[in-house]
């Protein structure tokens, strides 16, 4: 469990707040409704029996850290990148999926996330850019708000 902490929060609100802090908007923004997909779409995978997180006695809560780090920090760096680049969005959200995909692959190959019942990592894609496109499009909704707190620097 203290490599769910180091590697699924430590590590990416390490990485997240050196940028973030340059804009707080995005992340007040973002990381709530991004932690509520994650939450939603983990707890549809977990009672699916899809994937499993180890340590698997932990249940649910093994994936608490990635659902309260790495996931959130992914979408807060994607709205946090496309508030500065003049690249196309939808690339952005593909190369923020891609990201999220390899991450997931590098942890199934170290054994901490276990498929099942036909998932893969096709799939992992697919439901990351669904989660992906959703914070994008509520980053749409709310991007009038982030307008007046416009990033210094």
């Given at each position: 469990?203290?490599?769910?902490?180091?590697?699924?929060?430590?590590?990416?609100?390490?990485?997240?707040?050196?940028?973030?802090r340059?804009?707080?908007?995005?992340?007040?923004?973002?990381?709530?409704?991004?932690?509520?997909?994650?939450?939603?779409?983990?707890?549809?995978?977990?009672?699916m029996?899809?994937?499993?997180?180890?340590?698997?006695g932990?249940?649910?809560?093994?994936?608490?850290?990635?659902?309260?780090?790495?996931?959130?920090?992914?979408?807060?760096?994607?709205?946090?990148?496309?508030?500065?680049?003049?690249l196309?969005?939808?690339?952005?959200?593909?190369?923020?999926?891609i990201?999220?995909?390899?991450?997931?692959?590098?942890?199934?190959?170290?054994?901490?996330?276990?498929?099942d019942?036909?998932?893969?990592?096709?799939w992992?894609?697919?439901?990351y850019?669904?989660?992906?496109s959703?914070?994008?499009?509520?980053?749409?909704?709310?991007?009038?708000?982030?307008?007046?707190?416009?990033?210094?620097?």
């Amino acid at each position: 469990m203290l490599m769910n902490v180091i590697l699924g929060w430590i590590i990416p609100w390490c990485i997240g707040s050196y940028f973030l802090r340059k804009d707080s908007a995005v992340f007040l923004h973002i990381a709530p409704i991004a932690i509520v997909i994650a939450f939603v779409f983990n707890e549809v995978g977990y009672q699916m029996q899809w994937w499993r997180v180890t340590p698997t006695g932990w249940g649910v809560l093994s994936i608490l850290p990635y659902n309260l780090g790495v996931f959130p920090v992914i979408p807060c760096l994607l709205i946090y990148t496309v508030r500065r680049s003049s690249l196309n969005p939808l690339l952005l959200l593909l190369i923020s999926t891609i990201c999220k995909t390899l991450m997931e692959l590098c942890l199934m190959l170290a054994g901490k996330v276990i498929y099942d019942h036909g998932w893969n990592l096709g799939w992992t894609f697919v439901s990351y850019l669904l989660a992906c496109s959703l914070c994008f499009g509520w980053y749409l909704i709310v991007k009038g708000r982030l307008q007046g707190y416009k990033y210094s620097g």
